[in-house]
């Protein structure tokens, strides 16, 4: 068997060592052009939450943002832009669609065959009858997509219930849930092939949080689109995960599982005999939720943030860096897993136990 890791005590670093972190991140930062590898280095370590600089950071790390700031301008308009369009082609329904084409191409001239916005029987083509059962049409896609916004409507509902930043009845709550909506409804056509998986809105929250709480409120105020990019780029490299025709190809969840399982037989391999041998829990009754959420579920919210700054630093994409946590996360309470039976170790792992994030990410890193 592999040593396991040995941690340093588990005491936050001291003052003076988040200071000289935030002072070099600061500097790193205001470079005219980024060194993205020395950015990568030290954003690994955890972006102090005090240098308000999490939103450039994670958007330069997800290469949302160019590595020279004097394209950061330019950049930014353009996306944002293309955003807005986005906005403007999926997510108006055929009936405003209609409305407004009808408004444009008629104007004043034929106002008198608009009744109250709608257009009259007699004018309505055949591409546009909500009946028509053309697969191109707006009324069909409008249909086909019907039931998956009323999915993302009820997760959205349902994410971080115990935030008021997502959940309540505040107008600002309200806005925030909007948002999300926004996202996942245009990501998911356009990626008709993935569309949207529940859980995909779990993924989105930590995106959006942290570009809503950008002290630059010009940033803050398009947190919605710049989520959206980042969430697509987050995205591509898990969206194996989601597929469901490939789930039990290499390249699917099924795929990752193992790589997990192979990692832990590496590092330790009396554990992974207990568990996957011995009590019968492989990776997929525990891990399944770990690696497709991006430990979105296993932490409180703070805790996932610092964890997504690692894992977002990894310059071959977070995936690799997140099965070394997730074996981490075993290798940690491995004397409670090997002293356990089934249900006592599945009841562990589906509900894993406060940690020290920065002990773990260590832990982590050791396995490099």
């Excluded at 065959?113 to 697969?135: A, C, D, F, M, W």
């Excluded at 009396?270 to 009754?285: V, Y």
Aim: hydrophobic residues 40%; aromatic residues 10%; negative net charge.
């Amino acid at each position: 068997m592999a040593t396991s890791p040995r941690s340093p005590p588990g005491a936050p670093p001291p003052p003076e060592f988040e200071i000289s972190r935030q002072s070099r991140l600061l500097a790193a930062l205001s470079k005219k052009v980024i060194d993205l590898d020395e950015l990568r280095m030290l954003a690994a370590q955890g972006v102090p939450d005090g240098a308000a600089v999490r939103p450039t950071v994670w958007k330069l790390l997800l290469g949302y943002l160019p590595s020279d700031r004097a394209l950061w301008e330019q950049e930014l308009a353009k996306k944002r832009s293309q955003y807005a369009a986005f906005k403007e082609e999926f997510l108006s329904n055929p009936m405003e669609i209609a409305r407004q084409q009808e408004l444009e191409g008629q104007g004043s001239e034929n106002a008198g065959s608009i009744n109250n916005g709608l257009l009259h029987r007699s004018e309505v083509t055949q591409e546009e009858h909500p009946l028509s059962l053309g697969k191109t049409t707006a009324w069909n896609q409008f249909f086909e997509y019907s039931e998956i916004i009323e999915q993302i409507d009820r997760d959205v509902k349902r994410t971080h219930p115990d935030m008021h930043f997502f959940c309540g009845d505040s107008s600002f709550a309200k806005s925030n849930q909007e948002s999300l909506k926004n996202i996942l409804i245009i990501f998911a056509k356009l990626n008709a092939g993935i569309r949207y998986v529940q859980g995909m809105n779990e993924i989105l929250a930590p995106l959006f949080f942290v570009f809503r709480n950008d002290p630059d409120d010009k940033n803050a105020n398009f947190a919605e689109a710049d989520s959206f990019f980042c969430f697509m780029e987050l995205l591509s490299g898990f969206r194996d995960n989601f597929c469901q025709k490939l789930d039990n190809s290499a390249v699917g969840i099924q795929g990752t599982l193992s790589k997990l399982s192979q990692l832990v037989a590496k590092y330790d391999g009396e554990l992974q005999r207990h568990l996957e041998i011995t009590t019968e829990i492989n990776p997929q009754f525990y891990a399944f939720r770990w690696i497709t959420l991006l430990l979105t579920q296993e932490f409180n919210f703070a805790d996932t943030i610092h964890i997504w700054d690692t894992l977002l630093s990894d310059p071959d994409g977070p995936q690799e860096t997140l099965l070394r946590i997730c074996c981490a996360m075993l290798i940690l309470v491995r004397k409670r897993l090997l002293a356990g039976d089934f249900t006592s170790n599945l009841k562990l792992l589906q509900n894993y136990p406060p940690t020290n994030i920065s002990h773990l990410l260590y832990v982590a890193n050791k396995l490099h």
